[in-house]
């Protein structure tokens, strides 16, 4: 049975889920169209640049690949990769700043204030110096620039050699002067700054 005076009602109603049905399947397409290899850039990184890029030190030493170096050696490395970002002796330049003390970049005057553990001084070093090339330096180059480092922070001597079993031991001057993740509070007792109680 046919409805002519019905027609454009019904057209309507039939449409109008079709439409909307094809909209979706549309808007869910490009995106998945966006990220496809439409374009040939970018790829899946082999195992072997994946391990290169998992270079996570921990504060005990663990991840610390073998090399070795020392103040004096550093300062050779400094010069050549280093010294045109941080200045002579780790001073700074216009642009930026040194690596004296170590912190951020207005710091408390302190020696090596900001940085618990030596092994972070390395990693960072590692991962990401020098600004122009990060993470190109060798493991010999690590070690010695941070020697280098420590020495000028008179935290360590010109002469000492670190490597994966003593840039561990090398400790830092305010590695006990810092906040403990869960500092020990009693009620009634004046919090420090920033310590909050956890909600149970």
Known sequence: MRC??????CAGAVGAPLLLATAIALATCVPALA????YGLGRTPSAEEIRAADTAVAPDGTGLPPGRGTAKEGAVVYVQKCAACHGPN???TALHRGVIPL????????????????????DFINRAMPWTKPGSLTADEV???TAYVLYLNDIIKESDVLDAASL???????????????????????RQFGNYPERP
């Open 4 to 9: 002519p005076e019905l027609a454009p009602q």
């Open 35 to 38: 990220q496809g290899p439409t």
């Open 90 to 92: 780790g001073t700074g």
């Open 103 to 122: 912190g951020n970049a207005k710091p408390v005057k302190l020696q090596g204030s900001l940085v618990p553990y030596a092994t972070t001084v390395w």
């Open 143 to 145: 070690y010695a620039v």
């Open 168 to 190: 561990p031991k090398v400790r830092m001057p305010h590695r006990d002067d810092f906040i403990p993740a869960q500092p020990a509070w009693k009620p009634g007792a004046r």
